[in-house]
């Protein structure tokens, strides 16, 4: 962190010109980190990544200068300073060419202007150790050479929760932690610091000062669930994962996962990969196989740069559908009386080796050959193992005496990979049934005069107006009476 504080001198400036470099700032790093970030606690200046400080926005200063000192901060909160001259340019010359500071007259009868009193972003590593009270910083007021000041501090960890982590002595402004700090319960701490003569006649305006509480890996990383359960199918994969407390985005918190083992090892020892990143767990060999193993057990690790968390991972193997229903015969030939509808003409169970009364083990049938006129409906019976088929429509044994009938067994859902389906050969032979014969036309209205003699023929059944007709007969053979 660096914070850029102007060396005054006697007279008021004006520092005209936006973002141009104003002071090149080289520091050594001794550290193995090849990037430092560097910041600066006013706000007016900007310090880029390779160390050069550059002016913001139009700032207009108390006093004139010609010296500013950089200050750095390592990660041991222990300040760095060195000194730069800037270069002043006289109003007359071009702006164009370099930044310009223009120091106009001091004039009689003008005010004293207020000095600024600036403190630095403070650092603190959390859980320090101590001993406490720990030695944070000095605040100074521009004004305690010319009067005696009285210090104190208000805001959070001072006169607001968590109150009293932070003191001050209040003779000669020294800040203090009371206690170790946690960063994971709270990174960065407001306070407002406040200076007056110690006769009340005089007062600074108050000072924000800003504490960053800096990251330790001191959390292992935890697993958002233990075990963590899911359920894979035959194909397919689920996701851990774990949480780190430490600071964001650092090494501290970079979460790497890994399988440690795996229950049982069969078929393979390695049947699970997980990505070190995501810690999305996939299915990494062939052969993994409901019916035969139907869970594992994975010890799994979530690791940052130095602390490992471990927890388990219960996978149940879900059915995918790879077995396809098989017919016990494949081959049936039955019979079945003429001009019978909705009558079951056959039942034909079938195994299936998924889990039982899951839609891949349900059995569904389709007739896909030999029911022209759709005469033949098949549907699965109440144990869902087992086709039944039925007539829809009366069979004619005059018409068509047998028929040949395909059927396929399936599932409710679809294979997970492509099977060959089992189909079963239905021989229906349709019965002839002994049926009553049957008037052809069923009414016929005849005319005779009123004076016929008796025994006269009024109609003949054998004749081409009226005829008794024997479904199994050529020619009607039948017995009359007589009627109304």
Same mark, same amino acid.
């Given at each position: 962190m660096l914070s850029v504080h102007p060396k005054k001198s006697s007279c008021s400036c004006?520092?005209? &010109?936006? $973002? !141009?470099? *104003?002071?090149?700032?080289? !520091? #050594?790093?001794?550290?193995?980190? $090849? /990037?430092?970030? *560097?910041? $600066?606690?006013? +706000? /007016? !200046?900007?310090?880029?990544a390779d160390g050069t400080v550059t002016l913001k926005r139009r700032v207009t200063l108390q006093e004139c200068q010609n010296m500013f000192s950089v200050h750095a901060w390592d990660s041991k909160g222990k300040r760095h300073t060195v000194f730069n001259h800037a270069m002043f340019v006289p109003q007359s010359e071009s702006r164009s060419a370099l930044p310009a500071l223009e120091c106009p007259k001091s004039s009689r009868g003008l005010k004293r202007q207020k000095r600024e009193w600036v403190a630095p972003i403070i650092n603190i590593l959390e859980d320090e150790r101590g001993p406490f009270p720990q030695f944070l910083y000095q605040i100074q007021s521009s004004r305690a050479?010319? *009067? +005696?000041?009285?210090? $104190?501090?208000?805001?959070? %960890?001072?006169?607001?929760?968590?109150?009293?982590l932070f003191t001050i002595n209040r003779n000669n402004g020294s800040l203090y932690v009371t206690r170790p700090l946690d960063r994971e319960a709270k990174d960065k701490y407001v306070l407002q610091a406040h200076a007056e003569a110690a006769d009340g006649?005089?007062?600074?305006?108050?000072?924000?000062?800003?504490?960053?509480?800096?990251? +330790? #890996?001191?959390n292992t990383p935890i697993f958002?669930?233990?075990? !963590? &359960? %899911?359920?894979?199918?035959e194909a397919s994969f689920m996701t851990v994962t774990a949480t780190d407390a430490d600071k964001p985005n650092t090494e501290y918190a970079d979460i790497t996962y890994s399988i440690l083992s795996q229950n049982p090892q069969e078929p393979n020892a390695a049947m699970f990969t997980i990505n070190p990143v995501t810690g999305v767990i996939r299915v990494n060999a062939a052969g993994l196989d409901r019916e035969k193993y139907p869970e594992y057990t994975l010890e799994i690790a979530a690791a940052d740069s130095y602390l490992v968390g471990t927890g388990t991972a219960v996978i149940t193997v879900t059915d995918s559908n790879d077995h396809a229903p098989q017919f016990e015969k494949t081959s049936y030939n039955v019979s079945i009386p003429e001009n019978k509808v909705e009558a079951v003409v056959v039942k034909m169970p079938v195994t299936d080796g998924d889990e039982p009364h899951s839609p891949a083990w349900r059995a569904k049938f389709r007739i896909i050959n030999g029911n022209n006129g759709g005469f033949f409906a098949v549907n699965t019976g109440p144990n869902e193992q087992e086709g039944i088929i039925t007539t829809v429509k009366p069979l004619d044994f005059e018409q068509n005496s047998k028929f040949t009938l395909l059927v396929v067994a399936e599932n409710d859902v679809p294979f997970a990979k492509p099977l060959t389906t089992s189909t079963a050969t239905v021989t229906v032979n349709v019965l002839d049934v002994n049926e009553a014969p049957v008037f052809d036309p069923e009414e016929k209205f005849i005319s005779t005069p009123e004076d016929l003699a008796v025994g006269n023929i009024i109609l003949s059944c054998y004749s081409d107006v009226l005829r008794a007709v024997h479904p199994v007969c050529d020619v009607g053979r039948c017995a009359f009476c007589s009627g109304t």
């Open positions: 004006l520092l005209m &010109l936006l $973002s !141009f470099i *104003f002071i090149p700032v080289v !520091f #050594n790093i001794c550290s193995a980190r $090849s /990037r430092t970030v *560097f910041d $600066s606690a006013d +706000k /007016r !200046f900007q310090v880029d050479k010319q *009067f +005696k000041m009285v210090y $104190s501090i208000s805001g959070e %960890g001072a006169d607001q929760d968590p109150k009293g006649d005089d007062r600074e305006k108050p000072m924000d000062i800003i504490v960053i509480v800096l990251d +330790k #890996n001191d958002t669930q233990n075990p !963590f &359960l %899911g359920t894979v199918p």
